[in-house]
């Protein structure tokens, strides 16, 4: 993992980024609120806030997010291994499907930008890199979230629980890259206590 200037403290192998150092971030296709924790505005597109000073391979990322129950209007989720503004992976949640019956098996999503999109994804692999959370979840409030990356894996927890909610293997080459925020097309988010443990690599 590189790091820059003090946009990091160490604390028993953890890197915690505050919120109110992510003010030096890259913002792309949105703008930010720092308050409590981060907060991306709702756009048409994409958009994501980028760490400066950040490259991160494998280890650890955890992380507190919060959408809402808005259908289609909520998708909030960590983008990484960025290699441009086009090129990077994602893990984000749609908590609009967390508790639909009908659509629950969609609540949490691994997609590779550009090649790989969610409708891709879904057309050419039904279920295999989407899934439903393993427990409930209100779509409205904060919750927590650990993605544990070794390439070419990817194992998704929310709310520390002790299974994966989502267990996938990456489409990208896994390089080390940037790491930040990410919102979905038409979707707002909230994001706070960041923290990254990097693995040997």
Do not use: C
Request: hydrophobic content about 35%.
């Amino acid at each position: 993992m590189l790091l820059q200037g003090s946009l990091v403290n160490a604390q028993e192998g953890w890197k915690t980024i505050h919120h109110d150092q992510l003010k030096e971030a890259i913002v792309v296709n949105r703008s930010a609120r720092f308050a409590e924790g981060v907060y991306l505005d709702k756009r048409a597109g994409d958009g994501f806030l980028q760490i400066k000073g950040l490259a991160f391979q494998n280890g650890t990322i955890e992380a507190d997010i919060k959408g809402s129950n808005t259908p289609q209007q909520s998708f909030v989720g960590i983008a990484f291994h960025g290699q441009d503004s086009l090129t990077y992976d994602v893990v984000y949640f749609r908590p609009f499907n967390f508790n639909n019956p009908e659509r629950k098996s969609h609540s949490v999503q691994y997609i590779s930008h550009p090649a790989y999109t969610w409708d891709r994804l879904r057309s050419e692999s039904p279920g295999k890199y989407e899934s439903v959370l393993n427990e409930n979840v209100d779509p409205n409030t904060w919750f927590h979230v650990r993605i544990e990356i070794n390439f070419p894996q990817v194992r998704v927890y929310v709310n520390d629980q002790s299974e994966p909610t989502l267990l996938v293997d990456q489409l990208s080459t896994g390089k080390p890259g940037w790491l930040g925020f990410w919102v979905g097309n038409t979707a707002d988010g909230q994001f706070k206590n960041l923290r990254i443990r990097s693995a040997a690599n």
